[in-house]
C-alpha cells in the first residue's frame, strides 16, 4: 500500500509541543553500552510493537548524543522509572549539565547478562537488539527484539504530563481533596 507523505503541515513545532505536553507518558532512562561507548537518555517515546516476537520502539532525535553510540552499539535497554526516579530523570535529560560519562556515577546501575547497563531499582529494565530502524524528521523510530527483562517490585511509576513529573499517587490525592 502507498502512502502519500507529501502534505503540508498547517501546524508549527510550539502548536505541537503544547499538543503533546497534554499526554501523559511513562518516563525511561535509555541506557547503552558497547563498541561506541556509554550513553543514555531519558525518554518519553517508548511503546510495545508486539509480542511476538517481543519488541518494542523507542524515539530519538538523530542529533541526540545518544544516538550514534546507540546505533554502533546495536542494542539498548530500556529502565522504565519510578515516582522516587525523578531527579535521575532530571540529570539524563541534560538538566542538570553533567556530562554523559558522568551520569551513570548517579543511581544504582549493573549490567544485565547482554552488557546492557539497567538500573538496579527501576520498575522494570527491558534490553534490546536493534531489529530495525526508520527516519521521519528529526528522529529516528528504532525497533528493539526484547532479549532480556528484569522486574523490580510494583512501586508507582515517574509520569511526565503538562510539562512535569508527576506520579499516580499525586493524582489520586488530588482527588480525595476535591483538587480533580
Not at 510494583?154 to 499517587?169: M, S
Request: aromatic share 6%.
Amino acid at each position: 500500500m502507498a502512502i502519500d507523505v507529501s502534505c503540508e503541515s498547517q501546524v508549527d513545532d510550539s502548536q505541537f509541543r503544547e499538543a503533546m505536553s497534554r499526554l501523559g507518558a511513562g518516563v525511561t532512562i535509555i541506557s547503552t553500552d558497547g563498541p561506541g561507548g556509554r550513553a543514555g537518555i531519558t525518554a518519553t517515546a517508548v511503546a510495545s510493537v508486539t509480542n511476538e516476537p517481543p519488541t518494542l520502539l523507542i524515539c530519538i532525535n538523530r542529533e541526540a548524543q545518544l544516538f550514534p553510540v546507540l546505533m554502533r552499539n546495536g542494542g539498548f535497554c530500556v529502565n522504565i522509572l519510578s515516582a522516587s526516579q525523578s531527579e535521575l530523570a532530571e540529570i539524563f535529560a541534560g538538566r542538570k549539565s553533567i556530562p554523559q560519562d558522568a551520569r551513570f556515577g548517579h543511581g544504582a546501575w549493573r549490567s544485565l547478562q547482554t552488557g546492557l547497563p539497567a538500573l538496579t531499582d527501576c520498575r522494570a529494565a527491558i534490553g534490546c537488539r536493534i531489529s530495525a530502524a526508520t527516519e521521519i524528521g528529526t528522529h529516528s523510530t528504532i525497533f528493539g527484539r526484547i532479549v532480556e527483562l528484569r522486574f523490580d517490585r510494583l512501586v508507582p511509576p515517574l509520569l511526565y504530563v503538562d510539562r512535569a513529573y508527576h506520579t499516580v499517587r499525586d493524582q489520586l490525592a488530588s482527588m480525595d481533596s476535591g483538587e480533580g
